[in-house]
């Protein structure tokens, strides 16, 4: 079964607001919804990477996965090439 929210957006309304109500159903609204209860694209703001680089958090957040990330896989990348010269029996 597709999401609303894509039926909505390809024109399919009849199916999507089946959807929608069969979905409201099992959470226990019993109103009907129509299409003009649908907003589709509505109040949408559109926002690109510059949201992300201006809050210091989620910069800091980024950051941090970021060095953490490249540590894991650098240390991995030294221990797949270097530990043929580590003596001892592999077993």
Do not use: C
Not at 34 to 42: A, F, L, R, S
């Amino acid at each position: 079964m597709e999401s609303p929210r894509f039926l909505f957006s390809a024109g399919k309304w009849e199916k999507g607001l089946v959807a929608i109500n069969g979905i409201a159903k099992k959470n226990g609204i019993t109103e009907e919804f129509t299409e003009n209860d649908i907003k589709i694209g509505e109040g949408k703001v559109k926002q690109g990477y510059s949201v992300i680089l201006r809050d210091l958090d989620t910069l800091r957040k980024i950051l941090v996965i970021t060095t953490t990330w490249f540590i894991a896989n650098y240390g991995y990348y030294i221990m797949a090439f270097y530990v043929k010269y580590i003596h001892g029996s592999i077993y």
